[in-house]
């Protein structure tokens, strides 16, 4: 989006303005003005005229611009009704040399999980990658995932939600710990420096029980519809809040973690891990206790057992 249409959305989202108040505030012509009030529209922005001005009547359900123009964080939001998979796009992007963009989906038609598993993503859904090129070595990436489970973790909450986070990236809802969100992180790099990251977040919004798998929920099932817009810019503010405060990511984790202090397996490639979850560290690498030693975990699928 231009910069122009934001400021122009960000002012009408305030109040009623005149063509010659938007011209002079924008330090644009009143052709201008309109043609950028016609592209708005264009969008599916209500944008009523009368000799008052124009007024704001209504926002599109989703997109690009209705996220965009009142997110805090610097993000540019690249939407598309249907794609194979956010982070294949954010990959293209990348090599493109994009920085700090978001792309955001209403569907995925291939949508990835962890290990070549699949995820579900029908229409409805809020599925979306967030570009970045961190100055950061590789090692260091795991916690932006955990950030990015903090931030929906804490939008979930926000609206009545009861979520927690399943080490490493699962949000979960509930007793029966049904799965509302999961995170696939992807990057390139060389050993000591990382030259992107896509931090692909899916969150079940706008979705019925019955076109999601078995043993997941959606936001829709928990407290009906929501404003997805909304959803997603709260998730994108959070998260990005959290980026610029690294020192804060772990300790807000553990605060929803409903996996410490109970017993779980691990499941390595090769191996597996079973003892009592204690602790993560500052990596994201998760402690368990077994029965003979303390292990640093840094990745792996994890199994809450039932408490003995
Ligand atoms: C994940 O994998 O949880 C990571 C999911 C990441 C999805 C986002 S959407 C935006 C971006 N673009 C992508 O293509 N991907 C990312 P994992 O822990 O492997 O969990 C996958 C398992 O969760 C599957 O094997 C199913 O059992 C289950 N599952 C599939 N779709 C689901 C859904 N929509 N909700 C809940 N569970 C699901």
């Known amino acids: 989006m231009t910069d122009t249409r934001k400021e122009i959305l960000l002012a009408?989202?305030?109040?009623?303005?005149?063509?010659?108040?938007?011209?002079?505030?924008?330090?644009?012509?009143?052709?201008?003005v309109w043609k950028h009030i016609e592209a708005l529209?264009?969008?599916?922005?209500?944008?009523?005229?009368?000799?008052?001005?124009?007024?704001?009547?209504?926002?599109?359900?989703?997109?690009?611009?209705?996220?965009?123009?009142?997110?805090?964080?610097?993000?540019?939001?690249?939407?598309?009704?249907?794609?194979?998979?956010?982070?294949?796009?954010?990959?293209?992007?990348?090599?493109?040399?994009?920085d700090q963009v978001v792309v955001l989906a209403d569907e995925q038609t291939t949508g990835k999980g962890r290990l070549d598993r699949e995820w579900s993503s029908p229409s409805g859904g809020i599925w979306m990658s967030i570009l970045l090129r961190p100055d950061l070595p590789p090692t260091h990436t795991p916690r932006l995932t955990l950030a990015a489970a903090v931030a929906v973790t804490e939008a979930a909450r926000e609206h009545g939600v009861d979520?927690?986070?399943?080490?490493?990236?699962?949000?979960?809802?509930?007793?029966?710990?049904?799965?509302?969100?999961?995170?696939?992180?992807?990057?390139?790099?060389?050993?000591?420096?990382?030259?992107?990251?896509?931090?692909?977040?899916?969150?079940?919004?706008?979705?019925?029980?019955?076109?999601?798998?078995?043993?997941?929920?959606?936001?829709?099932?928990?407290?009906?519809?929501?404003?997805?817009a909304a959803f997603t810019r709260d998730v994108l503010d959070r998260f990005y809040e959290l980026y610029q405060h690294p020192d804060q990511i772990t300790a807000r984790w553990r605060e929803y973690a409903v996996t410490l202090d109970r017993p779980v397996r691990v499941q390595q490639p090769r191996t597996e891990i079973t003892g009592r979850a204690v602790d993560i560290e500052e990596s994201g690498a998760l402690l368990v206790e077994t029965e003979d030693e303390t292990v640093s975990v840094s990745s792996g699928d994890c199994e809450h057992l039932r408490q003995q």
């Open 41 to 98: 529209r264009e969008q599916g922005f209500t944008i009523d005229s009368d000799p008052s001005g124009y007024t704001l009547a209504d926002t599109p359900e989703f997109g690009g611009l209705v996220v965009e123009y009142q997110l805090e964080a610097p993000f540019t939001v690249v939407y598309e009704n249907s794609v194979t998979s956010t982070n294949n796009r954010a990959r293209e992007l990348a090599a493109e040399g994009k």
């Open 12 to 32: 009408l989202a305030e109040d009623t303005q005149t063509g010659p108040a938007l011209a002079e505030q924008l330090d644009i012509s009143r052709a201008a």
């Open 163 to 228: 979520a927690g986070i399943k080490w490493p990236n699962d949000v979960l809802v509930g007793d029966n710990e049904a799965k509302l969100s999961g995170i696939l992180t992807e990057m390139e790099g060389e050993a000591d420096r990382v030259s992107w990251v896509a931090i692909g977040i899916g969150i079940n919004a706008n979705i019925g029980a019955e076109d999601l798998p078995e043993g997941a929920t959606s936001l829709q099932e928990q407290i009906g519809t929501v404003d997805r």
